[in-house]
C-alpha cells in the first residue's frame, strides 16, 4: 500500500511539474528598437511601449516566449540582429533592397508614409518644390532611416540639395526650429506626434514615399524566421495586429 502511494505521489508530482513548464516561457525573445518613433515605440515613464512592441509581445505570447525589449541606436538595429545579439529588430523598420542583403524580413505588418515637416511660412509648400530646378535645400533626416536614403538618392545625389543626418528624429527637428534645416523627412506617425508638440511646424500635404514595415531577423536564423512569421501571419489574419494599429492610430 505504501509503494502504491508513493508511486501515486511520484505520478502527481511529475504531472504538476509538467504543468508548470507548460506555464513558463520557453525562452526569451530579444528586440532592438530605438525608443524615439511614436507611435511605434517610445517611453512612458521608464517604459517602452508602443504598435511595435505590442505586436512584438503578442507574437511572443503565442510562442510561448517572454519578450525583453532593448532601446539602442536606429542604425546600430540591424547589426545587432545580424550577429544574433537580439533575435529581432522592430523600429518602424522598413523593407528595402538594401536591408534585406544584411538580413530577413517578415511578412509587412503596416504601411508607412514618409512626409516632410517645413516650419510654417516656408518657401517649400510641397514636395515637389525639393525637386524643382534650382532647389537647394538643406534636408534633416535621421541616420539609416529610409528618410535619410531618399533624401540622399533623390536630392543630394541629383545635387539638389544637402542631406543633414541627426541621431534622434527629435534632433532634426529641433535643427529645423533653429533654422539649421529647411525641411525634415520622417514617418507620417511620429510627425503628426512632433508637430503637435512643436508649434510652428506643419506636415506638407502632399506624402514623400509610401513603405511596408516588417520584423527583421538574422539570415542565420531560419528557424526563428519560421516562427515569428507564423505567429505573425496569424496574428494578422485573426485581427490582432489590427487592433493593436487601431489602438494607437485609430480606424
Keep these: 500500500m505504501k509503494k502504491m502511494f508513493a508511486l501515486l505521489l511520484a505520478v502527481v508530482l511529475v504531472l504538476a511539474l509538467s504543468a508548470c513548464a507548460a506555464k513558463q516561457p520557453a525562452g526569451k525573445l530579444t528586440m532592438a528598437t530605438e525608443a524615439t518613433f511614436p507611435p511605434y515605440e517610445y517611453y512612458e515613464g521608464d517604459k517602452i511601449v508602443g504598435i511595435d512592441v505590442e505586436i512584438a509581445q503578442i507574437i511572443a505570447e503565442k510562442l510561448g516566449m517572454e519578450l525583453e525589449v532593448t532601446d539602442i541606436a536606429f542604425d546600430s538595429i540591424l547589426p545587432g540582429v545580424q550577429t544574433g545579439k537580439y533575435d529581432i529588430g522592430m523600429a518602424g523598420m ?79 527637428v529641433e535643427a529645423l526650429k533653429n533654422g539649421q534645416v529647411d525641411c525634415v523627412i520622417l514617418d507620417n506617425e511620429p510627425a503628426k506626434a512632433l508637430v503637435a508638440a512643436n508649434e510652428g511646424l506643419s506636415i506638407l500635404d502632399s506624402e514623400y514615399a509610401v513603405e511596408d514595415y516588417a520584423i527583421a531577423i538574422s539570415k542565420d536564423n531560419t528557424e526563428l524566421m519560421e516562427k515569428v512569421n507564423g505567429a505573425l501571419v496569424e496574428l494578422i489574419k485573426d485581427g490582432s495586429v489590427q487592433k493593436v494599429l487601431d489602438k494607437y492610430i485609430g480606424k
Design 94 to 172: 522598413t523593407v528595402t533592397d538594401e536591408r534585406m542583403e544584411q538580413v530577413n524580413f517578415s511578412e509587412s505588418y503596416a504601411t508607412g508614409v514618409q512626409v516632410v515637416i517645413v516650419k510654417d511660412g516656408s518657401a517649400i509648400t510641397s514636395v515637389d518644390d525639393l525637386f524643382a530646378d534650382g532647389a537647394n535645400n538643406t534636408i534633416g533626416t535621421q541616420t539609416g532611416t529610409t528618410g535619410f536614403l531618399y533624401a540622399t538618392w533623390d536630392i543630394e545625389d541629383e545635387g539638389l540639395g544637402t542631406v543633414k543626418a541627426f541621431a534622434k528624429t527629435t534632433d532634426a
